[in-house]
């Protein structure tokens, strides 16, 4: 962190690396506090090409929280949801293994028509988000595709035949992210990480090895991180040994990490300058190098996922005062 | 047509050559009659891209209808529909002219699914048409691209940018088949016009300017009706001087055809072998070169379309035992 130019507190751009349902949580959070400021890069490891649609779980999610679209019940997809697409296409014999909603369809029929014809998928969520009245931006962390990939106890997977179509059931061994090496950041994310008034990198509480390890992986975007004129903040996905939603604590176990907030402070080695972690897991803060935050992570209303935010932000600003001091707060 | 190997009188192949509406009432009173030993050549010239899905609206015309589920309001599309996916692409701000209901768009994703993974126009539609309990062969013209496109008082304007988006209000001038010249007929199509046991050709009561000249220009078809071992018969979709639906009658004024029966036989020469004309143009009879059979064609009812095929039927039959005569009875 360098320590000209510091701006106001309260005040600049926030960026937070996200996935899909936890970290939309609290992106939602954020955009209610800082609205046009924030700028999330969004996982895009996840995104396949499924009957010949672009789909892209993570953007959607994010898409959908903050539109206010969001199906709650089910975790993924849009509200007020009809399905008679699906049923359709099961009664043609297609594949029905991944639902896709009558009007979710809209979105990958228009991204993938809109892809077809040039436009990047940068361009294309961004005018998705204008269309939904998102002021914040959602920025897909590349335009060019990387594909996370599972070695498994069923072999090579890719992520949603595991995710969605195994439901998470074969023991992970392996994560890779393939076309990575080659993947270039888009502009808005080197651009947003780069902002002269940045206050703040947020991991939010997505899973680290699928969600956040992806962006991560994309060339550049770590030494943007390291780089960062303002503190990097993790939110531990793990409460109380557990993960909220999703295979994250499974993996952790299956690639011999304990499902802990320091193991996630240590994932994230090199890059932090503050942890956050759950009130349940106050006992752990002896336990991890540099500043930990410590306050209820759980987002259950729109109110928890606000406070979160604010907690976060405000951690983030106190630890920019601290340093101040240019000596690098935690080891990074 | 040969006189040896007759088929037995009721029993034989039936091919009826069809667009969407109209053709798709007479071929599902045909199919009601014999099932399996129908084969529909379909119009494809309607077909376009849209949103990058593969549409083709008169072959699920007549998926639809002998499936029982045609949108008999609308006169498109599936009964029991609902559209969700064309609100929220409106929301999203997609091209919103042309309708696609939601059950409707499994068809339409799934095929260009399957026919960019490298299946034939014709084997996909015999996949759907089996999951629609349809017995009858729903036969595309050709696997090969042909677009009508028509010269009008507003240029060249590919078909359904003419029929739907402009709802055909620019005058016709001239009416063009793109790519047919290096069309083949698809396999199906010229075994069933090839059928040792072939007991009729219809030419469906469907816009003969736009539904059933592009089959004809199908490189092969044309050549393949005048040899047929059975009578080529016309339903005229002329009723007194009227069209029952679609621009037929005013893309005859407007390329300077009266709309009469007369007419009809006229643009057909030397392929008919007989004329199938409504009561209320009994007058016209004499007008007409060759085998006139009267009978009402207007079809409202299951019932209607049921009569309409059975008296075709009838008079190919009858016209099947005087051609045993070896002199054509029509001039073709």
Same mark, same amino acid.
């Given at each position: 962190m360098k320590t000209e130019l510091l701006p106001e507190a309260g005040k600049g751009r926030v960026v937070a690396l996200c996935g899909g349902v936890g970290g939309a949580k609290l992106a939602l959070g954020l955009s209610r506090l800082v609205g046009a400021d924030l700028s999330l890069v969004v996982n895009t490891g996840d995104d396949f090409e499924h009957l010949g649609l672009s789909i892209s779980p993570d953007l959607d999610t994010v898409l959908y929280t903050l539109g206010g679209i969001a199906n709650k019940e089910l975790g993924w997809g849009r509200a007020d949801e009809s399905w008679n697409f699906m049923q359709a296409l099961a009664h043609l014999g297609?594949?029905?293994?991944f639902q896709l909603g009558d009007r979710d369809l809209a979105l990958h029929v228009e991204r993938t028509h809109q892809l077809r014809a040039g436009r990047s998928l940068t361009d294309f969520m961004a005018g998705a988000a204008r269309a939904h009245g998102i002021t914040a931006s959602i920025l897909p962390m590349s335009d060019d595709p990387i594909r996370t990939t599972l070695t498994t106890s069923e072999g090579q997977l890719p992520f949603q035949r595991y995710f969605?179509?195994?439901?998470?059931?074969p023991t992970v061994h392996g994560i890779a992210f393939e076309g990575a090496s080659s993947a270039r950041p888009s502009a808005p994310v080197v651009e947003a990480l780069q902002a002269?008034?940045?206050?703040a990198v947020i991991l939010c509480? @997505?899973?680290?090895?699928? @969600?956040?390890d992806p962006i991560l992986a994309t060339p550049g975007i770590r030494a943007l991180l390291e780089q960062a004129a303002a503190p990097v903040i993790a939110v531990s996905p793990i409460i109380g040994g557990a993960a909220v939603k999703g295979p994250t604590a499974k993996i952790m176990a299956e690639l011999g990490v304990p499902a802990t907030s320091r193991a996630i402070a240590q994932h994230y080695e090199g890059l932090l300058d503050g942890l956050v972690i759950d009130d349940v897991d106050a006992g752990e803060r002896g336990t991890i190098d540099g500043p930990v935050h410590v306050t209820?992570?759980?987002?259950?209303t729109d109110e928890d996922r606000e406070h979160l935010a604010r907690e976060v932000l405000r951690f983030a600003d106190s630890l920019r005062t601290a340093m101040a001091n240019p000596t690098r707060a935690v080891a990074r």
């Open positions: 297609g594949e029905a293994w969605v179509e195994r439901r998470c059931a002269p008034d940045l206050r509480p @997505s899973n680290p090895f699928l @969600s956040i209820p992570t759980l987002m259950k």
